[in-house]
């Protein structure tokens, strides 16, 4: 077998269905064109109709396969409906990414509660009941990758961001959970959490001066993430490469807990 074939066949999600929730966003999007390159047929769920569709003929004129799926993830109605619709079309499920997520940035004596239950429901309940719906699906098929997308937050707490970061840390518990309880299903778990990234989630910050700068100084690769950046760790996660791995968090963070950029110190370079 030559080295590419090797490669493709151990990294290739052909014949696998993906259900991906807030595919509409920055990156969510590049995941489900690079998860669709790699072979899988995406079902693109998010509240965001007409980005759904722009980016389904994306990656339909690319040569992929997938289909757009109106979902809220705040509404355990329209949860169920979706991955009916979902089971109906493909027949199966193998991939579960939860991407769809918020934040308002304030302080925690500032935070409203109507504000702290959105994040909440939008950020952990969701996750919380699409996983269960879907979970449900992939414990009958005995098969299933889910990937729940995290943050830097849960490792190191930017100001601002006590509700968002109290939901990915949550995530990846729930994580956790999902891979001890899920194992003899054949169910994997596992969590990426990227670091500072450029998306429309972020901008505000990039275009802020003092605080990209405060970001830039603590990423050691000193570039601020983009979600292609994530592509690779997603594909490994979603694909049979990774068949032992459950429960982990996986970092794409240029080196941001790592440390970020050095202090000076004595050295010839
Ligand atoms: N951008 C970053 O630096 C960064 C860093 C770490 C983690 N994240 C996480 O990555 C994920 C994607 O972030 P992004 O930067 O692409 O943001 P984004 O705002 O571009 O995308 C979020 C998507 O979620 C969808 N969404 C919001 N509410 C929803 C709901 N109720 N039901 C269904 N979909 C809903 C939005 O329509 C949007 O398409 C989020 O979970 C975010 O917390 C982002």
């Known amino acids: 077998m030559s080295e590419k074939s090797y490669l493709e066949k151990l990294f290739s999600l052909e014949g696998k269905v993906?259900?991906?929730?807030?595919?509409?966003g920055g990156i969510g999007s590049e995941l489900c064109e690079g998860l669709a390159k790699a072979g899988a047929a995406i079902a693109l769920c998010d509240i965001n109709k007409e980005r759904l569709e722009e980016l389904k003929a994306k990656i339909?004129?690319?040569?992929?396969?997938?289909?757009?799926?109106?979902?809220?993830?705040?509404d355990k109605n329209n949860i169920k409906t979706c991955?009916?619709?979902?089971v109906g079309q493909y027949g199966h499920i193998d991939v579960l990414v939860n991407c769809a997520g918020i934040n308002k940035r304030?302080?925690?004596?500032?935070?409203?509660?109507e504000t702290y239950d959105r994040i909440m429901d939008i950020n952990l309940k969701g996750v919380?009941?699409?996983?269960?719906a879907v979970g449900h699906y992939m414990r009958t098929q005995n098969y299933g990758s889910?990937?729940?997308?995290?943050?830097?937050?849960t490792g190191w707490v930017l100001g601002g961001c006590s509700v968002y970061a109290a939901t990915k840390s949550g995530i990846v518990a729930l994580?956790?959970?999902?891979?001890?309880?899920?194992?003899k299903f054949n169910i994997r778990a596992n969590a990426i959490s990227p670091g500072h990234i450029q998306t429309p989630l972020t901008t505000v910050t990039w275009q802020h001066p003092q605080r990209s700068k405060y970001l830039l100084d603590r990423i050691a690769m000193n570039r601020p993430g983009y979600p292609e950046d994530i592509v690779g760790t997603c594909i490994l996660l979603a694909s049979d490469a990774s068949a032992y791995i459950t429960?982990?968090?996986?970092?794409?963070d240029g080196g941001c807990i790592a440390g970020g950029q050095p202090w000076p110190y004595d050295t010839k370079y």
């Open 18 to 24: 993906v259900i991906f929730t807030g595919a509409a």
């Open 60 to 74: 339909v004129e690319a040569g992929g396969n997938a289909s757009t799926h109106l979902l809220n993830v705040m």
């Open 83 to 86: 991955v009916d619709e979902v």
């Open 106 to 113: 304030e302080g925690i004596l500032d935070v409203e509660e």
């Open 128 to 132: 919380f009941l699409v996983s269960q």
């Open 146 to 153: 889910i990937i729940n997308i995290g943050s830097h937050n």
């Open 175 to 183: 994580t956790k959970a999902q891979a001890v309880e899920w194992a």
């Open 247 to 252: 429960g982990c968090e996986y970092r794409v």
